[in-house]
């Protein structure tokens, strides 16, 4: 699903604003989001929605405890699905090309493992999780976020396929304050001001 789609413009996001602002619902902001941007990334292909919330679910899992400052081996665990289904998905073709030439066989005999289609924003989501990672190694992360709000974080439809590529510490406040916001009149007078 592509942004200028009348399927996007008129059917989901339609759907997706009227659950996220559903009346006296502010605690089911984050499943909406969550739940959104997996249909979003799924129209695409579910084997590509398996795959983005499998390196989810492994990277939080893998950063939640305390003891991911300084650990070494947390990190290189963390990181390396995620890194590995990156180059699987977008350079396993280009990898394998010299070897099928130097056997003089067609490209196409590694066709079971090059055959997939690319999927969208691999490389924005991998980063981020990387980024992520790296974060909590070093500390910069004290606390780790709700598997929902990380969720939200790393899979926010938005910015899935298009980016920019952000740090959690710059969307944390955003993320805490999801279930507290209301659009009142002075919010949005507020916010066609800045516009």
């Known amino acids: 699903m ?4 009348f399927s996007f413009v008129f059917v989901f996001l339609p759907l997706v604003l009227a659950a996220f602002y559903f009346p006296r619902a502010e605690n089911l902001r984050v499943p909406v989001l969550i739940v959104a941007s997996f249909v979003f990334y799924g129209v695409s292909g ?20 305390p003891g991911m400052k300084g650990s070494r081996t947390r990190l290189i ?3 390396a699905p995620p890194l590995l289904a990156l180059v699987y998905c977008k350079y396993m073709g280009f990898l394998l090309s010299p070897f099928a030439m130097i056997a003089g066989s067609p490209p196409e005999t590694f066709s079971f493992l090059t055959g997939i289609l690319l999927p969208a ?3 924005f989501y ?22 929902g709000r990380f969720a939200v974080y790393i899979t926010f439809f938005p910015q899935l396929v298009a980016g920019p590529i952000v740090r959690y510490h710059q969307m944390a406040g955003y993320l805490e304050r999801l279930t507290r916001f209301r659009l009142t009149t002075g919010d949005a007078a507020r916010s066609i001001a800045y516009v």
């Not at 592509?2 to 789609?5: D, G, R």
């Not at 579910?46 to 405890?65: D, G, N, P």
């Not at 790296?134 to 976020?145: F, L, S, T």
């Open 121 to 123: 924003g691999i490389s």
């Open 46 to 65: 579910i084997q590509h929605a398996v795959m983005l919330l499998a390196v989810t679910v492994w990277v939080h899992l893998l950063t939640r405890e």
């Open 126 to 147: 991998t980063f981020h999780l990387l980024s992520f990672a790296i974060d909590r190694y070093r500390g910069d992360i004290p606390q780790a976020p709700s598997f």
């Open 2 to 5: 592509i942004f200028n789609q």
């Open 77 to 79: 665990a963390a990181i």
